[in-house]
C-alpha cells in the first residue's frame, strides 16, 4: 500500500521527520523518525532502526578492500546537539565473515556521551567459543578518531580461534590453535597499552 508523501521540516536548525521514513532495497530496511540537531541552539531525539543490511555491499560502497559478507540489525537513539550528541543502541551482525574468517554473530552495545563511548561487544564463533570487550573508549564523532582521552577496555576470551586476530590484521597470517585471552588496555585513545591480562595460545600453528 501506498505510505503516502514523506514528510520533513528543517526549522531553525532542527530537522523533523514527523512520520517514520522508510527506505527499502532488496530486503535492506533503514527506517528514521524524530528530530536531528544540526546546530547547537537545538537539542534533538531521532530513532534509527536498520534490519537486512548486506555487509558485502556496504563494504563494496565504502570502497573497503576487505572480503565481508553477512547481515547487519540494528537500532539506536541520537540525541542532542551537533556538539553533546549522544547516540544510544545495538547493532548486531549475523553469519559474518572477515577476510575468510566466519563466525555466528557480534553483537555490540554502545552507549557514546560526552565524547565517550560505553562498548559492550560479544563476538560468538560457536556455541562453545566467544570474545567479549567491554570498557570505555574515547572517541571523537565530529572527526570520527580516537582521542587523547583516557581508555580503558577489557577483552576476554576463554578460547578463540587465532584467526581472529589475524582477520583483524594483526599480521598473524595462517594461524591455527586457539587463543585464550585476559587483556585490560589502558592509556589513552591515541595511545594505548595492555597489561594487567595475560594470553596463550595452545596448540599453536602456522
Do not use: C, W
Amino acid at each position: 500500500a501506498d505510505a503516502g508523501p514523506v514528510r520533513v521540516r528543517y526549522q531553525n536548525g532542527l530537522l523533523t521527520l514527523p512520520q517514520a521514513v522508510t527506505l527499502v532495497n532488496n530486503g535492506q530496511q533503514l527506517s528514521a523518525v524524530g528530530t536531528f540537531a544540526m546546530t547547537d541552539g537545538v537539542t534533538g531525539s531521532l530513532d534509527v532502526e536498520v534490519s537486512g543490511v548486506n555487509l558485502t555491499e556496504l563494504g563494496a560502497l565504502l570502497l573497503s578492500q576487505r572480503q565481508l559478507a553477512g547481515t547487519i540489525t540494528g537500532d539506536a537513539r541520537i540525541s542532542g546537539s551537533v556538539s553533546t550528541r549522544n547516540v544510544v543502541g545495538n547493532v548486531k551482525l549475523l553469519a559474518g565473515i572477515v577476510d575468510g574468517y566466519a563466525f555466528q554473530s557480534l553483537d555490540t552495545l554502545v552507549n557514546y556521551r560526552n565524547g565517550r563511548a560505553q562498548v559492550d561487544a560479544i563476538l560468538v564463533q560457536s556455541p562453545t567459543s566467544k570474545l567479549e570487550a567491554t570498557g570505555s573508549i574515547p572517541f571523537s564523532l565530529a572527526k570520527g578518531v580516537l582521542t587523547d582521552q583516557p581508555i580503558t577496555v577489557d577483552i576476554r576470551s576463554a578460547g578463540i580461534d587465532l584467526a581472529v586476530p589475524e582477520a583483524a590484521n594483526t599480521g598473524l597470517v595462517n594461524a591455527t590453535g586457539l587463543l585464550v585471552v585476559d587483556v585490560h588496555i589502558t592509556g589513552t585513545g591515541g595511545n594505548p597499552q595492555a597489561g594487567d591480562g595475560n594470553h596463550r595460545q595452545p596448540g599453536v600453528g602456522a
